[in-house]
């Protein structure tokens, strides 16, 4: 999205993170005084009592709980759930879930956001000619939305800052100028409003749920902390409140003006801009509200990436459109969200039947944040006790709130709890399936193997398999090797080799982490390599190993010249062949239901899923796919009686 990443205070790096961060967030304004109002009559009690909670709920949930505390929570630099789950997962080993659970309603939520800003934006266009059919061209906007994914958005990005700069300057000027005719409007700052507005209004915690949608964007903030520095989240945030305050205050002065009036097709948001800048003002809100699915939609590509690092999703391909760092693109993710979209668009209709199902899942997703957060404060932050439990009483209250306010949405969101129970199935099944595979890998002393190794490399009875044979292992201690590496080597079809590697991948809980060692466990014959990645890096362990050779040669570590009689004359290089060993679920086993529902679909899910070489970035013409049957529970019970032949 940028052309570099510029954390450090500065006039650019806030420009760019107006363009990434608060697109979401900003694009509220929108819709959520509309929400608000509904079909009731504009009253003053309504309306300030609404305005009151807003501004509070932006101070509270946005600025104390996101721009203040969690902004605190960086993993070198790098925000969202996940960073906070790595940076939290040691301390309790059930803290996956709350994150898989943040992680996967964040996702089903991206398949209402674009549709929602899109439309609120588009609708504007009914108030200049009523009967413009409003659909085709959301759909419009959305496809070539999601069809620009797979070239990357370097080019539209060095626009975005500009065009929320624009946005934001003109929510704040309109709506100062709407609070010039009132500025008695501002007495709504007062928190004794919002309190008299829950407790007393007769729908008042109900709407809640509409006041929500003024803070679902706040969880960006967070998550886009590596693109952007926390410095400049918070400085840009200062700007960004005054402008969202400011017009949500003017809407609720042009609303008074009405009182006692119904709504009924009305957005107040375009009713406040005189009829000759109408226009512009709609041109503005949609490239506004572009920018924020576009946030949203990379934002759904990282996670998945994160989640594939974490164990938390099947492995998919993923590109990199552009050199840019982090900017990546995952073809199975956008057609998703593309198809969930649409399927919003055609479904809803009309974006104030959107407001009805949006929000639920975001007040799960910023409640395991909360719970996530109060750990990081505990554990790593030190706080004490008693400051943690204040400030986890204050969010959890809050947020239990809005949910159970969000709680009569559920009839009208029954796609997207769909869509989320299969999200958090598919991270439930994956990673609880390989943790229970991982305790069935057998490691063995490799030393025991050594002499075994040498004498079969030096047979020459048995075909070469590879001058040098590669395998990825599960051990990271180089003098443990999996047993079944061993039984692949000496056993099934004795492989042939003059060297022997064995690569660990260690997934580090910072994100941008590349570095390696190596380990010459016996004397050109068997050598370990340890790579220590971080979570956002994909592994492209053909082109990883390649540097590690080179670096090996250019410190006189390695030859790698051709050992073959014939070639070696001819200092012809040498030939590299990877061995992957494929499991797959024996016959044999005799497993609970619990376990075989848990691994038959674990192995459903990887059938699905993107192949070993192309996860780990090998090249197919180097690589032999070994199958290899998964023994865990062995049928046992089986009476089988010899006949004697008469």
Not at 114 to 137: C, D, N, Y
Not at 179 to 186: D, Y
Not at 520 to 531: M, P, Q, R
Request: proline share 4%; glycine share 6%.
């Amino acid at each position: 999205m940028t052309e570099s990443i510029h954390k450090n205070l500065s006039a650019k790096g806030m420009l760019i993170t107006l363009g990434i961060i608060f697109g979401d967030i900003g694009t509220s304004p929108l819709y959520v005084m509309k929400a608000i109002i509904g079909t009731s009559a504009i009253s003053q009690d309504l309306v300030l009592g609404g305005l009151s909670c807003i501004a509070w709920t932006l101070t509270l949930q946005t600025t104390f709980k996101y721009v203040i505390l969690t902004l605190e929570a960086d993993n070198n630099g790098e925000g969202g759930i996940f960073a906070l789950y790595s940076l939290v997962r040691r301390y309790k080993k059930w803290l996956y879930f709350p994150a898989m659970v943040g992680a996967g309603t964040l996702l089903a939520d991206g398949i209402i956001t674009p549709p929602i800003s899109v439309s609120s934006a588009i609708e504007g266009l009914r108030i200049i000619k009523p009967g413009i059919p409003v659909i085709p061209i959301v759909l419009a906007i959305l496809t070539l939305l999601f069809i620009f994914q797979q070239f990357g958005t370097k080019v539209v990005g060095s626009s975005f800052g500009p065009i929320m700069i624009v946005w934001f300057f003109m929510l704040l000027v309109i709506g100062v100028y709407h609070i010039s005719f009132m500025p008695s409007i501002l007495k709504a700052l007062n928190p004794v409003y919002a309190l008299h507005f829950l407790t007393r209004h007769p729908q008042g915690f109900w709407i809640l749920g509409a006041v929500f949608l003024a803070t679902t964007g706040a969880e960006a903030l967070y998550s886009d902390l590596g693109h952007c520095g926390r410095k400049n989240i918070r400085v840009t945030w200062i700007f960004v409140k005054t402008a969202l305050l400011a017009n949500y205050f003017g809407q609720g002065a042009w609303l008074l003006s009405k009182e006692n009036n119904y709504l009924g097709d009305t957005n107040p948001f375009y009713a406040v801009f005189p009829q000759g800048f109408l226009i512009p003002a709609i041109i503005i809100a949609t490239a506004a509200t572009i920018i924020a699915s576009q946030a949203l939609i990379s934002g759904s590509f990282t996670l998945i990436s994160e989640a594939v690092s974490l164990d938390f999703w099947p492995r998919v391909k993923i590109k990199f459109p552009t050199e840019i760092k982090g900017q990546l693109y995952i073809s199975s993710v956008n057609w998703i969200l593309f198809a969930g979209c649409v399927a919003t668009v055609l479904y809803f209709k009309e974006s104030s039947h959107m407001e009805a199902a949006y929000g639920f899942s975001i007040t799960i997703a910023m409640l395991m944040t909360t719970l996530l957060m109060s750990y990081f404060l505990l554990q790593v932050k030190k706080y004490a006790l008693w400051v943690v439990i204040l400030i986890l009483l204050v969010f959890v209250t809050v947020e239990t709130s809005f949910f159970i306010a969000n709680l009569a949405k559920i009839k009208q969101r029954w796609m997207f709890l769909i869509f989320e129970f299969g999200i958090i199935f598919t991270m439930y099944t994956w990673f609880n399936a390989r943790k229970m595979l991982h305790r069935f890998i057998k490691l063995v002393s490799i030393k025991n193997y050594i002499p075994a190794i040498t004498e079969l490399s030096n047979d020459k009875s048995i075909s070469k398999f590879s001058t040098h044979l590669i395998y990825l292992s599960k051990a990271k201690n180089p003098n443990d090797i999996e047993e079944r590496i061993m039984h692949s080597i000496l056993s099934r079809n004795p492989k042939r080799a003059d060297v022997y590697w064995f690569i660990h991948i260690t997934r580090t809980d910072e994100p941008y982490t590349l570095e390696y060692t190596v380990d010459e466990v016996a004397n050109d014959k068997v050598i370990h390599v340890n790579f220590d990645i971080g979570f956002r890096i994909q592994p492209r362990i053909n082109i990883f190993f390649r540097r590690v050779i080179e670096d090996m040669v250019a410190n006189k570590e390695l030859d790698i010249t051709s050992r073959y009689d014939s070639l070696s004359k001819y200092k012809l290089p040498a030939d590299f062949k990877f061995v992957i060993l494929d499991r797959f679920l024996s016959i044999e086993n005799e497993l609970s239901f619990k376990n075989g529902f848990l691994l038959g679909s674990y192995f459903r899910l990887r059938s699905w899923a993107q192949p070993d070489t192309e996860t780990f970035g090998l090249d197919a013409n180097d690589v032999v796919v070994e199958k290899i049957p998964l023994i865990i529970t062995p049928a046992h019970h089986i009476k089988l009686t010899r006949k004697k032949l008469k």
